[in-house]
């Protein structure tokens, strides 16, 4: 239950708010991100956590819409713990439904974040295309964990 908590005040701290002008793409994201907000402590032995208000400055070229938040941690738990952490935290949001993996996420995770194609994605939008995705992978041991609350860009 308290990661549970620990997750809902992580992305009520990434308030994600879109319009969208045409039906396959959002254009515009508004990111509120708390002074408070910090790294997760629902997983045990976070390192290296970074939180991320415009991954645009930090990773030049991500198809992503100007703003979108992401934060990066790595953990000592199995991503196996994490994915399950996440997908059944994400299944009891309402506004966000389970969505394929798309050829610009796996270019994301490829590209930018070091990603095989073996790694795990996970994949949440609301119906304009706001989204939640969660990027896993083992590295020495740890479980490496990136995620990105907001938008993919225009094509």
């Not at 402590?41 to 030049?60: E, L, M, N, R």
């Not at 389970?98 to 270019?107: G, H, L, R």
């Amino acid at each position: 239950m308290q990661r549970f908590k620990v997750l809902m005040l992580a992305v009520l701290a990434l308030v994600v708010l879109a319009s969208c002008t045409t039906s396959s793409c959002v254009t515009t994201v508004t990111i509120n991100t708390p002074d408070t907000f910090d790294c997760p402590t629902a997983f045990s032995d976070v390192q290296g956590c970074v939180i991320t208000t415009d991954i645009q400055t930090k990773y030049k070229g991500m198809n992503v819409v100007p703003n979108t938040g992401m934060i990066e941690f790595s953990t000592d738990q199995t991503i196996e713990e994490v994915n399950t952490i996440y997908t059944d935290f994400l299944k009891a949001k309402a506004d966000f439904a389970e969505v394929p993996v798309s050829d610009d996420m796996k270019k994301i995770a490829t590209t930018y974040l070091g990603m095989a194609d073996t790694d795990t994605i996970i994949s949440y939008q609301t119906s304009v295309g706001v989204g939640f995705y969660v990027f896993l992978k083992t590295v020495d041991g740890r479980t490496n964990v990136a995620v990105i609350s907001g938008a993919l860009g225009c094509p």
